[in-house]
């Protein structure tokens, strides 16, 4: 009789949360030694498995992992499986982008293939209190977008470019991961809309469905266990007021995307 230890175990990374860099978040410095443990691992069974519970996040952020990630996987020889559950988008689906193949839930949230930024204008609010402001300068440029003067038309110029540019990066990533499997138009994939796992699949963007537990089956077998690996928590009194504020944007940011789908 096997013993319960020699069961076929498959790593599986856990990234859920916004991206960015900040303690508590998905970050290359946060997950860096997990990813490094998770190759490690996946080494004996050829396999390891990202569960990815994401809204997004940071672009830059997504990529530095990600380009970790196929760095490892083809030094490796392992092969990626990531699994969206509740939510894979944008930066999170840029994640799941870094792997072989990715399966879902029909009814994740998948997609958002674009690139956002803004603020405020506040400029006639401080005007009808009589507010002065006082900012010095060494730059024409350096108070580009301030939320406290009028948007200038040569800024929004500028930041549509700089937007364009980045969901440019966006769409040659998905295209280079996805190659021939896409199979909508590129209108539709690529227009920054979300939308449900069973339309993503229609699209090319994801290879089925699945849940985290059949992928490890199926990878390793019907006695195969999962090996969770997650970044090592913060220590001391710290770790409370992280984990507080990391969970309250990651459940408004989830309840805004989620909102249109419950109406």
């Known amino acids: ?47 390891l498995v990202l569960a990815i519970e994401s809204p997004g996040g940071s672009a830059a952020q997504s990529d ?71 900012v010095f300068t060494a730059g024409e440029n350096k108070r580009r977008n301030d939320s406290f003067a009028p948007l200038k038309p040569e800024d929004e110029v500028f930041t549509r470019a700089l937007l364009d540019e980045a969901h440019g990066m ?20 690529f227009d920054g809309g979300y939308m449900l796992g069973s339309q993503a699949l229609g699209l090319g963007l994801v290879d089925g469905f699945a849940d985290v537990d059949q992928v490890v089956k199926e990878l390793g077998g019907e006695k195969a ?4 690996l997650r970044p090592r928590p913060p220590r001391g ?11 309250a944007v990651l459940d408004a940011a989830e309840d805004r995307l989620a909102a249109p789908l419950l109406k």
């Open 170 to 189: 966006f769409k040659a990533w998905v295209r280079e991961r996805r190659g021939g499997r896409l199979t909508g138009e590129e209108s539709k994939i």
């Open 1 to 47: 009789m096997k013993l319960p230890f020699s069961c076929p175990k498959i790593p599986v990374i856990a990234f859920r949360g916004l991206i960015a860099a900040r303690p508590g978040l998905i970050s290359l410095e946060a997950y860096a030694e997990t990813i490094e443990r998770g190759f490690a691992l996946g080494k004996k069974s050829g396999n």
């Open 64 to 134: 530095l992992i990600g380009q970790l990630i196929r760095r490892r996987a083809e030094e490796t020889n392992v092969k990626v499986t990531a699994v969206i559950g509740d939510v894979g988008a944008s930066g999170g689906y840029w994640l799941a982008c870094a792997a072989d193949r990715i399966l879902a839930n029909r009814l994740s949230i998948v997609g958002s293939i674009g690139v956002v930024t803004g603020g405020f204008g506040l400029d006639k609010f401080i005007a009808r209190y009589g507010i002065e402001r006082r």
């Open 237 to 247: 009194i710290l770790r409370f007021f992280m984990r507080g504020a990391a969970e």
């Open 225 to 228: 266990r999962p090996v969770w």
